[in-house]
Antibody, heavy 120, light 107 residues
């Protein structure tokens, strides 16, 4: 059973960096065939894809966030991480990590999500 | 970006009813269309991928169709557990985008 679990601070001050980690169990990030994404959902709003990473470290980012975004992977820990700099209240959201299966195209496994609030 | 537009934004129905939710893409996406169900406080759950393929474990009362720009999610014989918000998502472009959601409520 594939499981993803987000972890990180629930409160970040404006202008600071939001950092989250996703720990994967039941699958190896290094196995290939998938990429590993971050997706967020502003309170009461829809879903926004943030970016993804392959086990090789290759990334693709949403252009709207690219200038502030870094996604990295640690295959030895079976984890991938999100760093979003210079945050504002608009970055307040539930952040999900998710697995994307390339052969068929959906996000087939998701973490439970973690609420990050940007506030002083 | 490929814009995904769902209709209606909300829908009221009764247990036992059949409902259809529409999703339109701003350009052709072939059948690279996925559907998710989300309940309050929970992560989205994959229901259907590549427009019409049912994810393992999803009840057969869920069905998907369409290609190109127009897609549908049909739920037949609604059950109490089906009242939730539904999202479509395109995977044609690697700038993945979601519809704004359709909230299915009990009448």
């Amino acid at each position: 059973q594939v499981q993803l679990q987000e972890s990180g601070p629930g409160l970040v001050k404006p202008s600071q960096t939001l950092s989250l980690t996703c720990t994967v169990s039941g699958d190896s990030i290094s196995s290939g065939g998938h990429h590993w994404s971050w997706i967020r959902q502003n309170p009461g709003k829809g879903l926004e894809w943030i970016g993804y990473i392959f086990y090789t470290g290759s990334t693709t980012y949403n252009p709207s966030l690219r200038s502030r975004l870094t996604i990295s992977v640690d295959t030895s820990k079976n984890q991938f991480s999100l760093n979003l700099t210079s945050v504002t209240a608009a970055d307040t959201a539930v952040y999900y990590c998710a697995r994307y299966t390339m052969s068929s195209g959906p996000f087939d496994y998701w973490g439970q999500g973690t609420l990050v609030t940007v506030s002083s | 970006d490929i814009q995904m537009t769902q209709s209606p934004a909300s829908l009221s129905a009764s247990v036992g009813d059949s409902v259809t939710i529409a999703c339109r893409a701003s350009q052709s996406i072939s059948t690279y269309l996925n559907w998710y169900q989300q309940k309050p406080g929970k992560a989205p759950k994959l229901l259907i991928y590549t427009a019409s393929t049912l994810q393992s474990g999803v009840p057969s009362r869920f069905g998907g169709g369409g290609s190109g720009t127009d897609f549908t999610l049909t739920i037949s014989s609604l059950q109490p557990d089906d009242f939730a918000t539904y999202y479509c998502q395109q995977s044609y472009s690697t700038l993945y985008t979601f519809g704004q959601g359709t909230k299915l409520e009990i009448k």
